[in-house]
């Protein structure tokens, strides 16, 4: 059983909270931070719940002083962060035309300007106890973009370059280790309640309307059908804190192993026209059933 410490960004719902009770059952000191104060105590219902104990901080990914603090606390109680996991972010869904400036500017804060303002918080203390892990949660979607989903994806694929190029840095240092995790679809809140679809999305008057909604009529048909769950999640982070030699990216779910595995071997023209062109084929026959073909 370890004592380590591990500090895990957005744990108030879906992905973060099963991650943080889940490290916590296997002996990690977790620090499991919510956005607003008010999670907290959903959190510690749910800890108890599951026989754990955990901390629950405030810590805002576009508030560098929450940042701070957040890691302070945990520098100050455990004299060292061993790791952080950058679970915390927020999704847009919406073709490009009709998002707002300031809908993809929130994005990018969020997913990837507090991803690296937390990274950048805890990296001196790591270095200076010579051993720790940073854990950031991609997706597939950081390496395979969708359909209505470009900004969101465009994160994604932003925390991806970042990663990586943490990982190389980190590398000539003795046990310091970047990781990215890349769930494929998993079923959490954040298909119902915190499902962040554009106000631009939602307008009829939009030429991708039809077409939008028709994705996300297939998208909700993939969730439901979806065997990959936020425990397979937290399992994959537990095995990136834990081996001697944690690789530099794990897949979570097997279709998304699939996919990317098929973006890698087939030739670009291939892939696009099997893996995209029968998707695009099934959102036009849908938008046109809605339109009665006038779109």
């Not at 590398?171 to 280790?177: C, G, I, R, S, T």
């Not at 297939?218 to 690789?247: C, F, G, K, N, Q």
Request: hydrophobic residues 45%; aromatic residues 8%; neutral net charge.
């Amino acid at each position: 059983m370890s004592a380590d410490s591990v500090l895990i960004t957005g744990s108030g719902t879906g992905l973060g909270l099963e991650s943080a009770l889940y490290l916590a059952e296997r002996g990690f000191r977790v620090y499991a931070t919510v956005r607003r104060a008010e999670q907290q105590s959903d959190v510690l219902a749910a800890a108890a719940e599951r026989g754990v104990e955990l901390r629950v901080l405030r810590l805002d990914l576009c508030d560098r002083a929450s940042i701070d603090v957040a890691v302070d606390t945990v520098v100050q109680e455990c004299g060292t962060v061993f790791a952080l996991v950058n679970n915390g972010g927020i999704g847009l869904r919406g073709c490009m035309e009709d998002v707002t400036d300031q809908e993809i500017r929130a994005v990018f804060e969020a997913n990837v300007f507090g991803t690296m303002a937390v990274t950048q918080a805890v990296l001196p203390n790591m270095r200076a106890a010579g051993r720790g892990r940073v854990v950031t949660i991609t997706s597939v979607g950081g390496r395979i973009s969708t359909f209505g989903l470009g900004v969101y994806c465009a994160s994604k694929f932003a925390q991806e370059g970042f990663g990586e190029a943490l990982a190389l840095e980190l590398a000539p240092f003795h046990d310091l280790h970047a990781v990215m995790v890349e769930p494929g679809i998993i079923k959490t809140e954040r298909w119902d309640e915190h499902r962040g679809t554009a106000a631009g999305a939602r307008d009829p008057a939009s030429p991708y309307f039809e077409l939008f909604r028709a994705s996300e009529e297939i998208a909700d048909r993939y969730v439901e059908r979806s065997r990959t769950t936020p425990r397979d999640v937290a399992e994959t982070i537990h095995e990136a804190l834990t081996a001697s030699r944690p690789r530099m990216r794990y897949v979570v779910g097997r279709p998304a192993a699939a996919a990317i595995a098929l973006r890698r071997y087939l030739p670009s023209g291939v892939f696009e026209r099997v893996y995209f062109g029968p998707f695009i084929k099934q959102i036009r026959t849908r938008a046109a059933a809605a339109t009665g073909g006038t779109r």
